[in-house]
């Protein structure tokens, strides 16, 4: 499980500029966390290969907190 206060998310949104794709709702996916408080989350993956899907669960999995995501821009062509 992942601890809210932990600084992962607005590490991955760095990363994601860094690289030039776009992030999807985790902007808003941060905020909703930091409304939940310290409690423990957990999270799940979907993916494809044009994007990527974090899902926030609460602690035992029973309910949705938020949904963030990255859409991966196709490599250039050098």
């Known amino acids: 499980m992942l601890p809210l206060a932990s600084p992962t998310l607005r590490n991955k949104l760095r990363s994601i500029e860094r690289h030039g794709d776009t992030a999807l709702?985790?902007?808003e996916?941060?905020?909703i966390l930091r409304q939940?408080?310290?409690?423990p989350v957990r999270t799940g993956c979907?993916?494809?290969r044009s994007v990527a899907f974090t899902l926030f669960l609460n602690?035992?999995?029973?309910q949705l907190l938020a949904?963030?995501?990255v859409k991966r821009e196709a490599?250039?062509?050098p």
């Open 67 to 69: 949904c963030g995501g």
């Open 36 to 39: 939940h408080g310290d409690e």
């Open 59 to 62: 602690a035992d999995a029973t």
């Open 29 to 31: 996916s941060l905020q």
């Open 25 to 27: 709702g985790l902007d």
């Open 75 to 77: 490599p250039k062509e």
């Open 46 to 48: 979907i993916t494809s």
